[in-house]
């Protein structure tokens, strides 16, 4: 299998939600699972087909994240030299030539993008253009809306 990018951060997120599943949520639907099964027949007990449903849900959950932190290459920028070029995992502020407009995005794993948080995916169009730049570079990015001219004006390693 392949290895997929991760940030520290988002393997600790894995990580934890991992924990609170196994700890927490898989006690707790099994406990509710026992509970169900003894208000008797099985077959019309909303209560036990609930309970069964979320526990095939957690237990899928918990297999995808084993299976993502298996496979995960971890990179943590802070521990590398910031040489002024956008790698993985590092903090991007770009100013769009046209409108004058200054975006800053991290570029991270798939799991771990979120647009409202300003984390974009590393197989993103933005961040595949940015990719290998420099600091001060210009860059055109494809985009769906069509072409985009900024200007990289800092690189973060944080």
């Keep these: 299998m392949s290895q997929y990018p991760m940030t520290a951060h988002g393997a600790q997120l894995l990580r934890d939600e991992l924990n609170e599943l196994k700890t927490k949520t898989r006690p707790r639907i099994i406990q509710s ?15 036990y087909h609930a309970a069964r449903e979320q526990q095939s849900f957690c237990e ?7 299976g993502k932190l298996s496979n995960a290459q971890i990179i ?3 521990k590398m030299e910031n040489k002024g070029k956008v790698i ?11 409108t004058d407009e200054e975006t800053t995005y991290r ?22 253009g940015l990719i290998g730049k420099e600091l001060d570079d210009m860059v055109t990015i494809q985009t769906p809306a069509g072409s985009v001219e900024v200007e990289i004006i800092e690189v973060q390693y944080i």
């Design 76 to 78: 943590d920028v802070t």
């Design 107 to 128: 570029i991270v794993g798939d799991d771990e993008a979120d647009i409202k948080q300003n984390r974009i995916s590393v197989n993103s169009p933005i961040a595949r």
């Design 60 to 66: 899928g959950r918990i297999q995808d994240i084993e």
């Design 33 to 47: 699972i026992a509970e169900a099964r003894e208000h008797g027949d099985l077959k019309e007990n909303a209560e």
């Design 88 to 98: 993985f995992g590092t903090t991007v502020t770009i100013l769009n030539v046209d």
